[in-house]
T-cell receptor, first 113, second 111 residues
Framework: IAGITQAPTSQILAAGRRMTLRCTQDMRHNAMYWYRQDLGLGLRLIHY???????GKGEVPDGYSVSRANTDDFPLTLASAVPSQTSVYFCASRVSGSTDTQYFGPGTRLTVL | GENVEQHPSTLSVQEGDSAVIKCTYS??????FPWYKQELGKGPQLIIDIRSNVGEKKDQRIAVTLNKTAKHFSLHITETQPEDSAVYFCAASRTGNQFYFGTGTSLTVIP
């Protein structure tokens, strides 16, 4: 069992380019999340999905979009990247319907120049 | 929305000593408080959690206390070891949809 995988591990991107960060989990968790982690700011929620077919906005959703076509995959798309989106991005999942904890992926380090 | 504050931002202790990290939260409806450990280059990993109907929880050298009246909770690590060195995050949640994280504490255990 791999848990949560994220791809790519790291990426350097020119401003204005489109980028999709991939996240896949094999734990059959209903809920999935995308966070960004910036120094001094901790983890901030971008978008979440309680179940396949539904998504919701977190604290910092602007400039990002997500989709949840199935239980396992939760891609995050930057339609037109800007330097302020330089960050480390973490995907997480948990069993929806309880307050049980989230399991995090290894992260994607994104640099927008 | 919820606001979680975490202190200190950095903490150095001698091996064998105790470490305490404190968090406060603003939303009295928050009812779940996990603590995560993050090692360099890795994602956060749950180390202990507590729900609002419990005042204290312990797991070997790690314990968490919760004071709902004062809206603060703390992580206690006893008999620290060099492998405890990491960044620790607290979080608060009331719906399970949104988890609000503190800004992290970088713990260094000096051998």
């Amino acid at each position: 069992i791999a848990g949560i995988t994220q791809a790519p591990t790291s990426q350097i991107l020119a401003a204005g380019r489109r980028m999709t960060l991939r996240c896949t989990q094999d734990m059959r968790h209903n809920a999935m999340y995308w966070y960004r982690q910036d120094l001094g700011l901790g983890l901030r929620l971008i978008h979440y999905s309680n179940t396949a077919g539904t998504t919701g906005k977190g604290e910092v959703p602007d400039g990002y979009s997500v989709s949840r076509a199935n239980t396992d995959d939760f891609p995050l798309t930057l339609a037109s990247a800007v330097p302020s989106q330089t960050s480390v991005y973490f995907c997480a999942s948990r069993v929806s319907g309880s307050t049980d904890t989230q399991y995090f992926g290894p992260g994607t380090r994104l640099t927008v120049l | 929305g919820e606001n979680v504050e975490q202190h200190p931002s950095t903490l150095s202790v001698q091996e064998g000593d105790s470490a305490v990290i404190k968090c406060t939260y603003s939303d009295s409806a928050s009812n779940y408080f996990p603590w995560y450990k993050q090692e360099l280059g890795k994602g956060p990993q749950l180390i202990i959690d507590i729900r609002s109907n419990v005042g204290e929880k312990k797991d070997q050298r790690i314990a968490v206390t919760l004071n709902k009246t004062a809206k603060h909770f703390s992580l206690h690590i006893t008999e620290t070891q060099p492998e405890d060195s990491a960044v620790y995050f607290c979080a608060a949640s009331r719906t399970g949809n949104q988890f609000y994280f503190g800004t992290g504490t970088s713990l260094t255990v000096i051998p």
